[in-house]
């Protein structure tokens, strides 16, 4: 893909547009390419930077080609789907299980309009995919779990939580607020790309990681690990 960053961005934004109202052919005639798969096909190569150059050509072939194949593809690699249409485990189901007895937005109408709009505003380009939140959990028959322990787990050893800056799955924001809320907690901050962090290539967080829980070391500050 040719471009700066804000180009592409724009690009990605144009792509879903046109899909939500006329899905892309694929190379199975029975599916196409539609704007919600799409953009599973976008995230599921973001969680590891050795995955990128798929995105590339996934994204290249759309743009270009008009063929949705490799987004498709990307997307089914997501959900576990295998070639004859049956799926590996029910990971989708479980995902969605977790979620509504962990915690739920509100179904509100009004409110999940507000909340989309706002999403908006924050990430342009992909944050339609995740407006309206509250509709997945509106008739889930169990009501959310109670947290009944200490969250901040008072008088427990030292609790490492290792967050990556650019994941595209966990905000980063999210391990500093457990680290702070955890009485016992440390941060380690990988200062890199893709969804987790220990084994991805950066020997300060494997040293840190290993150094830890094979010693019992606790680094006296947050590391700030690069590759």
Known sequence: MAGDVDQVMQSVADLFEQLMSKPMTTSDPDRRLTQSLAFYGVAQPLYAQELWPVLNDAL??????????????????????????????????????????????????????????EIEEAAPVMGSSFGFGGIGCKNWPYPVAEKTFDLAASGADPIMVIGTTNDPATPYVWAQGLAEQLESGFLVTYEGEGHTAYGRGSTCVMDTVDSYFVDGTVPTSDPQCTR
């Open 60 to 117: 290249y072939a759309a743009f270009q080609e008009k063929d949705g194949s490799g987004l498709l593809s990307l997307a089914d690699q997501y959900f576990g789907r295998d070639e004859d249409g049956t799926f590996a485990d029910n990971q989708t189901e479980a995902f969605t299980a977790v979620n509504c007895l962990d915690d739920r937005a509100s179904s509100d109408y009004e409110t999940m309009q507000m909340e989309a709009k």
